[in-house]
Structure formats: structure tokens, C-alpha cells
């Protein structure tokens, strides 16, 4: 494997239709650039009325974005959420990750505009550089009540595809992103994220800033879940941040036994809290190196090849952010050892 497949993550995102929306909303035509013209946005409306098995309109939109996004800026107007969102994750996706696009076709239809998106996406990332980029179809799913639903349908192809990238993949890190798609999918792929101990994230629109949902240990969050009113002071000091946070919010581990069908899915018997915390700061030292060592990179990007402004303005929107994500691991592993120091103290 090579240096820049050992330093990237995985992504998933699941994919709207704002890709293709934003194109073709006429509120919007007059802030398009002259590089879009009347033509395409026609012969965009034109493919997508007369859907085969979507390949033509993939076409037509990944031209059209292609002139209307250069690079995978999230400041650039009219960008499509996945793009965004993706662009203001604590470090921004760069082309040492991995990045999976999941989009539904509807039972009744042989194309859909989402679908659509999600391989426009795909196309358009890997033009761009990135290491790999895939994307996988929901296939079957329904909006009609007595069918297969959209949620259900997202959350087999979410899990499986999560569980595959485990085993391919152990040591890189997953993220969802669920900005786009369907909003009763968010509560799925949290869902998922809670299940295989993966970081999530939302980008509300308009915001600068993705609401993280953080990874939580399997371990931890089977102490949250034992049928007990209330934790133990041991058992609290042995939590992370994240799981201290949940612990608050239901107010008691007992409230948590709702999720108890869950337990089954974990793999944390085996393993004690202290165990998992000392994973977990493990993890967060490897992904200060990896973090330190991409800024540097662009560091010297920025010294030496780029002589364009708007190139250099980007380069230190990228650098600012890994600064920002470096700071904040460093504040993790702090209350990691804090944790562990006094839960080793009350044994």
C-alpha cells in the first residue's frame, strides 16, 4: 500500500438532487457564469425528461459542473451540498481519501435524478484526483406504504457496504457524511455511525461549519447501555468525551436500554473501557502525524509552486482547518489521559 492509501480516510456521502436543482432552478440562471450556457442547462432539462438508464444525463451534468466547479471549492456559489459539505469537514476530503456516493433508484423508475448525481459525483471527484472514488446504487426501494422504504434500503446498503470497508481497510478511518439525500435517511446513517464506531456529519444549509456527530467506542457505549439506573462513579470516569455527552443527554443508562437490540452488533466484550480509551488515543496520535504531515505538504505548496492568489487563499482555508482539527485531537487526548490517570486511581 502506498503512502498516500495509508494517510487517507473513507468517506461516504449520500447523495440529493441538488447537483442537477441548482442548474436547472430558474431563480438561479442569471448568477450562472457565462461558461453555462442556455444550451446545456436545455439539453440538461432535455436528458432528464427522457431518462433511459441515466448515462446521458450523467454526461450533460458532469460537463456542466465541471465548468461551474473547477476544483471541489465548497465556497464556490451554487455548489451542490455534497461538494460543501465535504469541502468543511474538520479536514477537508483531499485526494489521499477514499470516497463512496450512495444514491437510490426507485422501484418504478430506471433512472433517477439522485442516482444521477452520485455517478456525476463519482466522475467528477476522480477527475479531480482523488485516490478512489465508487458509488453505489440503492437499488428497489419505494415511497409507497407496504413496500421496501427508502430508510430501510439505505441502512442494508449502508451497513454492508461499512462492514466490507472494515474488513478491506481496517486501519483507515470511515466518516458518513449524510447531508445529502433524503432527511429520514440522516437518522439511519447515525445509526449506522453508532454502530460501527463511525465519526457523521451534517451540513445545514447555508452554515459554514457540519454538525459532528464523533465516533463513539463500542465498549463505551456498552456501559451506557446496561440495565442500571445509574452509572457507577468508576464506570463514569472510564467514558470518554463522547459517551459522557450521550450519558448526559439521556439522563441515565437506563433510558439507553432501548438500544439494547444493538449490543448484539458489538464486539466489546472482549475488551475493557481502559482498553478502548487507550485505542482510542492511539488512533488520535496516528491521525495527528497523518494531519501534520498533509499540512506540511501543502506548506510547501504554498512556498513554492502556487502564484495565484485565489490558489493560496484556498491552500490556507485547508491549512487553518487541519490546525483547528490538530488543536482539537490534541484536547481529546489530554482528557483521554485525565480519564485514565483518575480511573486507574479509583481501582
Request: aromatic share 8%; net charge negative; proline share 5%.
Amino acid at each position: 500500500m502506498s503512502k498516500l492509501e495509508q494517510s487517507g480516510r473513507i468517506i461516504i456521502s449520500t447523495v440529493g438532487k441538488s447537483a442537477i436543482l441548482n442548474i436547472t432552478n430558474p431563480n438561479n440562471k442569471k448568477f450562472l457564469p457565462s461558461s453555462v450556457t442556455e444550451e446545456d442547462i436545455q439539453q440538461l432539462k432535455k436528458d432528464l425528461e427522457n431518462f433511459d438508464n441515466g448515462l446521458a444525463t450523467t454526461k450533460t451534468l458532469l460537463y456542466i459542473m465541471l465548468k461551474l466547479y473547477p476544483e471541489p471549492d465548497p465556497r464556490t456559489k451554487f455548489v451542490p451540498a455534497e461538494i460543501s459539505s465535504l469541502g468543511l469537514i474538520p479536514i477537508p476530503a483531499n485526494p489521499s481519501d477514499r470516497l463512496f456516493f450512495l444514491a437510490g433508484t426507485r422501484q418504478d423508475q430506471k433512472a433517477d435524478a439522485g442516482a444521477v448525481c452520485g455517478m456525476a459525483l463519482t466522475e467528477y471527484y476522480k477527475q479531480a484526483g482523488f485516490l478512489q472514488t465508487e458509488f453505489r446504487e440503492i437499488s428497489g426501494f419505494t415511497t409507497k406504504d407496504g413496500e421496501i422504504p427508502y430508510p430501510e434500503a439505505l441502512l442494508e446498503k449502508l451497513d454492508e457496504l461499512v462492514s466490507q470497508l472494515r474488513k478491506d481497510y481496517p486501519e483507515q478511518k470511515i466518516l458518513i457524511n449524510f447531508t445529502g439525500g433524503y432527511k429520514i435517511g440522516g437518522v439511519y446513517s447515525a445509526l449506522v455511525a453508532l454502530v460501527h464506531s463511525c465519526e457523521a456529519y451534517y451540513l445545514f444549509e447555508g452554515n459554514n461549519q457540519p454538525v459532528a456527530l464523533p465516533a463513539i467506542d463500542h465498549e463505551q457505549l456498552a456501559l451506557l447501555i446496561k440495565p442500571q439506573k445509574k452509572l457507577s462513579l468508576n464506570k463514569y470516569l472510564q467514558l470518554g468525551p463522547s459517551a459522557k455527552n450521550l450519558y448526559h443527554r439521556v439522563g441515565s443508562s437506563y433510558v439507553m436500554g432501548n438500544l439494547a437490540h444493538i449490543v448484539t452488533r458489538l464486539d466489546a466484550s472482549t475488551r475493557t473501557a481502559s482498553d478502548g480509551l487507550r485505542q482510542r488515543r492511539k488512533q488520535l496520535e496516528v491521525n495527528i502525524k497523518n494531519a501534520e504531515k498533509v499540512k506540511s505538504e501543502l506548506e510547501e505548496q504554498l512556498g513554492v509552486y502556487l502564484t495565484d492568489p485565489a490558489e493560496k487563499a484556498k491552500i490556507k482555508f485547508q491549512i487553518s482547518k487541519y490546525d483547528d482539527q490538530i488543536e482539537e485531537w490534541v484536547a481529546q487526548i489530554e482528557q483521554i489521559e485525565a480519564i485514565l490517570k483518575e480511573a486507574e486511581a479509583n481501582e
